[in-house]
Structures are given as structure tokens and as C-alpha cells.
């Protein structure tokens, strides 16, 4: 596998779904071996796990007291597309903006512009299983050449159980979106967090119904979205990864857990 950056700077505008605020991103190209980073106020912020300041509903990254949160959809975007070299300059606001709540549009835009380049890519193979785990929730990663990703929920509503798994068909969650369930509302604003949050880009989800006109885009769209957001966790690791997940009630601080985990014990091949 190459390593791969995009043809040309691409924006991208909206709302940060936590804090409300208007952002706007520029997404530039980069030469061989740069990573994948986030600037923000003259302070660059390589997608590692090492910036990590925060998992509590988002993840967040930050360096010398800048941050840039809720990363997550943009860097699954990349790690699906291989785009290994990019920048992302985040001008106003400090949030990625949220869009529909998918990675739809990333996607969208970014496909017809991933470029590869001469130097291969590092891949990331799992050498020994993993498991991490907080409570009754666990993520278990075992070695395997392909990419496959398991979610299990367990939803106190009408949803009840969910299980998917995704081998690595890109149409079957790019559109998954981000998901609220009604109960959560009020503890979700109580924590500052949801701000930008809507029917355009939150799956509001009730006792017994679906809030938003159009209903679910996937019959079982959380547990697609939960697979996404660790996709895009994943990338934390700073390339791409190969091996076999299976995350039972997982969510972003787990995510973190497994990433630092592994990169202790994942083996560059
Ligand atoms: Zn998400």
C-alpha cells in the first residue's frame, strides 16, 4: 500500500455539534511521511494518540493549549480512504464541523482526490490479541490481514439489541449517523456538550420512534455509527490498521483504551 494525500486544498464549513460555533476547515495536501495533523493558531497537532485530551462524548485533541475536538468522523474518513499525508487547518471555532453527523461528505468530497504517492505506507498489524475494558462494556482486537470491525449494543429502547459488522464496504456507514437517544438530552446540554446539536446531524432517537423526517438510513444505523467513530479512533494510531474488532457497548474513552494499548503491542509491517 502507498501512502496517499489529496490533488488540491479542500474546505469544508459548518457547525461543531458540542459547541455550537461556526468552523471552517482547509484540508491540504502534504508530501510523503508528514502524517496526518491538525493546525489551529500556529500550533500543529499530529492525529496521535498522544494529543488526546479528551473522550467524553467527542475525542479531542490538543497541544500548547489549543484544541481541536471532536475529530472523529473526519479521521475515519481518512483512515477508510487511506490518506495518509494531510493537514487540517481549523479557522474559527475549535471544532470539526459535524455536517449531517456522518462521514457523507468528507467522503463525498474527498474520494476523486486522493492522490498516491511514492513511499509505502506504514501498516499497523495486530500481533496478539488485545482486550480492553470499563465496566460490562470490552473491545477485543485479534490479528487478522483484513479489517473488520463488530459492534454489539445494547439499546434501552425499542432498538433493544444490535450487532454488525463491517468488512470493509465503505457505503455500508459512511451515511451512518451520529445518534442521541431522547433520555440523554438534558444530561448531554447539563455537560455544556451538544450545542450544535440537531435534527440535521443527530439521529434523535425516543422510546419508541425516531425524531428526524426520514427516519433511519440504516435499520441498524447506531451500531454502523459506533463502528465508524472507532474507525476513525483508530486512526489515532497514526496509520492504517489491520486486524479483527469486535467492541461490545464501546464508545470513544474505550476506543482511547484500546488505542493506547496498541500501540504499545502493535507490530509495524
Ligand atoms: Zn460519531
Same mark, same amino acid.
Given at each position: ?58 475525542t ?43 462521514g ?13 504517492q ?28 483484513? *479489517?473488520?470491525?463488530?459492534? #454489539?449494543? @445494547? $439499546?434501552?429502547?425499542?432498538? &433493544?439489541?444490535? !450487532?454488525?459488522?463491517f468488512k470493509? =464496504? ?8 451520529? *445518534?442521541?437517544?431522547?433520555? #440523554?438530552? @438534558? $444530561?448531554?446540554?447539563?455537560? &455544556?456538550?451538544? !450545542?450544535?446539536?440537531?435534527?440535521? =446531524? ?68
Open positions: 500500500m502507498k501512502q496517499r494525500t489529496i490533488k488540491e486544498r479542500l474546505e469544508f464549513e459548518g457547525v461543531g455539534i458540542h459547541s455550537g460555533e461556526r468552523a471552517k476547515i482547509i484540508l491540504h495536501p502534504e508530501g510523503e511521511d508528514s502524517g496526518v495533523a491538525f493546525f489551529k493558531e500556529g500550533v500543529k497537532i499530529p492525529a496521535k494518540v498522544d494529543y488526546v485530551v479528551n473522550t467524553f462524548h467527542s479531542d485533541l490538543g497541544k500548547d493549549g489549543v484544541v481541536v475536538k471532536t475529530v472523529e468522523h473526519l479521521l475515519a474518513t481518512l483512515h477508510l480512504l487511506g490518506i495518509s499525508n494531510l493537514t487540517v487547518e481549523v479557522i474559527g471555532g475549535d471544532e470539526i464541523p459535524i455536517m449531517d453527523g456522518s457523507y461528505y468528507f467522503y463525498r468530497k474527498l474520494k476523486d482526490k486522493v492522490v498516491k511514492n513511499a509505502d505506507a506504514e501498516v499497523l498489524q495486530i500481533q496478539e490479541e488485545v482486550v480492553v475494558r470499563r465496566g460490562d462494556a470490552y473491545i477485543e482486537a485479534k490479528p487478522c490481514s483484513c *479489517f473488520e470491525i463488530t459492534y #454489539e449494543g @445494547e $439499546f434501552q429502547t425499542y432498538f &433493544g439489541r444490535q !450487532k454488525y459488522t470493509g =464496504n465503505v457505503r455500508d456507514i459512511i451515511l451512518a449517523r451520529t *445518534f442521541c437517544f431522547e433520555h #440523554e438530552i @438534558e $444530561f448531554i446540554r447539563k455537560n &455544556g456538550l451538544g !450545542k450544535g446539536g440537531s435534527l440535521e =446531524n443527530t439521529l434523535v432517537i425516543g422510546k419508541e420512534k425516531i425524531y428526524n423526517r426520514g427516519g433511519l438510513r440504516y435499520q441498524d444505523e447506531p451500531v454502523r455509527h459506533k463502528v465508524f467513530d472507532l474507525i476513525g479512533d483508530l486512526y489515532l494510531l497514526g496509520a492504517s490498521v489491520r486486524g479483527k474488532f469486535l467492541s461490545h457497548k464501546g464508545g470513544h474513552s474505550l476506543n482511547f483504551q484500546l488505542v493506547k494499548a496498541l500501540y504499545k503491542k502493535a507490530v509495524l509491517v
